[in-house]
């Protein structure tokens, strides 16, 4: 798959997580699945009304924060999100009511999902050398694979990897200022991208998606990721795990950030 394709298809995805986030369209569940009470993961502090049930009065006002579980109903009438655990125990005199609309379902995952550190690195250069070599990485848009070659023109295939997650040793070439000379146990293989499209080595192996994600082959806690240097992850808010399965269909896990740690979505 040539790198446009796929630059496409993740800005499509981009458009989509934005378009539901804008409109309040589910993404971590779909409305069938309430057919009973059910755990929840807060990903978002919600304002919780407690309301008495005789005369439907609000009689006071919290907030739930995030990354804490609570039972939850989604109930028909004018108060559809209902806890029923801990002090937002609902009963027969005070009902506890979340104060989110009938369609907006971003603000919680379904299922009790902790709150993991992160654990990503960031790259220590931005562009490779050509007297030393350095770690570099697969281009995190190979469609399931990437094969590297030698020779001149590169027709030789030397080894393949199947996702960007391992470390190569990279340095520029000292015969030519587009060609990176690429080590991998024990092999020797150059790259040469012929056009913006075609699949290179970075020093980093996840990279920004959007204004607030990042796209990656590995989670944010999996101690695997590394970041561009100088990354600025100060309007980052979700991640994005892709890759490809045994059938070569594409495959996307979600985590969105909550008090500094990150909670997998979806």
């Given amino acids: ?9 993740i800005f499509c995805l981009s458009l989509v997580v934005s378009f539901l986030l804008a409109i309040g369209l589910p993404i971590t569940a779909q409305a069938d699945t309430w057919k009973k009470i059910q755990w ?27 990354g804490k579980y609570y039972l939850l109903r989604r109930e028909k009438g004018p108060n559809l999100w209902v806890l029923h655990s801990g002090k937002y125990t609902t009963n027969g005199t005070y ?57 001149q023109p590169h027709t030789k295939a030397v080894f393949k990897l199947t996702d960007n997650l391992h470390p190569l ?3 520029r070439s000292a015969t030519s200022s587009t060609t990176l000379d690429v080590l991998f146990n024990g092999k020797s ?22 204004y607030e994600s990042v796209i990656s082959q590995a989670s944010p806690y999996s101690g695997k990721a590394v970041l561009p240097k100088g990354f600025n992850m100060k309007k980052i808010t979700w991640w994005d795990q892709t890759g490809v399965d045994a059938d070569g269909d594409d495959t996307d896990a979600y985590y969105r950030l909550v008090h500094g740690g990150w909670v ?3």
């Fill in 40 to 66: 929840v993961t807060l990903t978002e502090d919600v304002t919780v009304k407690k309301i008495n049930n005789r005369t439907q009065h609000v009689v006071s006002q919290s907030v739930a924060k995030s």
């Fill in 189 to 210: 293989a150059q790259v040469t991208p012929t056009n913006k499209d075609a699949l290179s080595v970075y020093p980093y192996n996840s990279e920004k998606l959007d």
């Fill in 169 to 171: 040793q990279v340095k």
């Fill in 95 to 151: 009902t506890y009511a979340v104060n989110r609309k009938k369609n907006v379902y971003y603000w919680y995952a379904h299922g009790k999902h902790p709150t993991k550190p992160a654990n990503f690195k960031f790259a220590k250069f931005s562009q490779f050398s050509t007297s030393t070599y350095r770690p570099g990485y697969a281009d995190i848009y190979m469609d399931g694979s990437q094969k590297f070659y030698s020779g």
């Fill in 1 to 9: 798959m040539k790198k446009s394709t796929v630059t496409t298809r």
């Fill in 264 to 266: 997998y979505i979806d």
